[in-house]
């Protein structure tokens, strides 16, 4: 068995930190279906303006909101306007894991998705390197 990435949003903007709740990151409802994450599920946050890398679980957010909030003890590791990196794993068996295709979200500094790639996108290129 092997942890592969499952997927990705790629340079989203804090909207807001909130200390004073219990934890986790509360994510816009659309890119959390686009990245295909569940309430609750375990992601790993990297802050790319000061290196901070740290794993705590989603919270669904408002839909079409935007919102990326870091709540609890990881609202002290980012700043509102920080870009982070959001990423989610499964596990898969040995003979998948070199087809287990992630699903990209880019958004761009309003945390809106201007674009997403998966399989259909990496298959051509997975293959060439296979």
Not at 107 to 123: A, C, L, M, P, Q
């Amino acid at each position: 068995m092997r942890t592969m990435l499952k997927s990705k949003i790629h340079r989203a903007r804090v909207t807001r930190c909130n200390v004073d709740y219990e934890g986790s990151i509360t994510i816009d409802s659309d890119l959390m279906e686009a990245a295909n994450l569940l309430p609750y599920e375990k992601v790993d946050v990297l802050n790319i303006n000061n290196g901070a890398r740290f794993g705590t679980y989603v919270i669904k957010g408002e839909r079409g909101s935007g919102e990326i909030c870091l709540n609890g003890a990881a609202a002290r590791l980012v700043a509102k306007g920080d870009m982070v990196i959001i990423l989610s794993y499964h596990i898969v068996p040995d003979n998948e894991a070199a087809t287990a295709i992630p699903k990209l979200v880019y958004v761009d500094s309003t945390n809106r998705i201007v674009d997403v790639k998966g399989k259909e996108y990496w298959t051509k290129d997975l293959v060439s390197m296979l």
